[in-house]
């Protein structure tokens, strides 16, 4: 049964496209761009972000987990794909057999490969992670070559790739600690090529560096949140801006929308939702929405943000619930049952940002996207 939708997001292709396209302008043809589409690629759906993502000219997929991967592969996608994140030991047969690239960091993980490798008669394609300061995944300086030198043991067991992730460029203007990341990646790579390994993807670039540093981008950038048409922060558009570098022009991917469930009338003085947390100051007509924070609408949001109704603001009234929220559309004539509602999105000549939600929340746009719970359905326009 085809069910009529109470909210939903909507993905503009477009938007994606021109995004990518963005990216690929400033990293040139002969670079490789890998489009991160872990954590549902951030809230817009990972399958059909993926598909359109390669189709306008990304080389690979970033995923965190093993399962996305696979998820991927059942679904038919063929082009390399490599596995950010952690894969249990007892998962890794899976991994090889799929063709998963595989992030690398424990000796243990490079001992079960070979010997599964050597079971299966079939070649793995590893991405050695390197610490350069992030102090999260890695393998420190003065263990890379011994690492390496593990791995080459195997000859099933292939290195495509080293790579490093960067700690401190969003939240700043000044980056002095993004550059000795940079520094220590560049000796290692120095002293990989002074012992005569070759590694061919080398790749060190998010978004945030992608715009900012040129000199990140080595053979490979990862680009998450700058396709999804939102800044990595203020700071990287300003530090943007204060490079005198034209910004790119992103345009965000990501609408949500919802229909009203009821509109009704309330008193003056009537108290709104648990807690009693908001009164009516005068007679108020409410519109109340079929969303909550299961949806990943977040709590702290409870009478302090607002959604559009035709084109103008409607306040929450009152605490987010599990699955409503009240808003107020006294001031908006014509509203009627089952009319659509834009939490995130443009209507008209207002719009709500994932970062205007986000310096509500006081998080970042990345949190408010990728909360968004991946079983409202993402419908591509
Ligand atoms: C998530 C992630 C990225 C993408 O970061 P953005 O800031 O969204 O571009 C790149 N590299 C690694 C290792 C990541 O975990």
Redesign the pocket.
Known sequence: MNKKLLHWVEIDSSALIHNIHQFRRLIGRKRKLLA?V?ANA?GHGILDVSKIALRAGTDWL?V?SLEEGLMLRKEGLSCPILV?GYVALEDLREAVLQDLRLTVYNFETIDRLAQICLELRKKVSLHVKIETGTYRQGIREENVLSFIKKVQESSELVIEGI?S?FANI?DTTDHPYARFQLENFKRIVQSLEENKINVPVKHTA???A?ILFPETYYDMV??????YGLW?SKETYLSCLLQQREPLHLRPVLSWKARIAQIKKVPQGAFIGYGCTYRTTRETVLAVLPIGYYDGYDRSLSNSSYVLVKGKRAPLRGRIAMDFIMVDITDIPGVELEDEVVLIGQDGDEVITADSLASLVGTIN?EIVTRINPRIPRIVI
Do not use: L
């Open positions: 991160t872990k951030y970033g965190h950010i790579f992730h969003e998010c978004t945030a992608a990862r680009v998450g949140i700058g396709m990595p990345y």
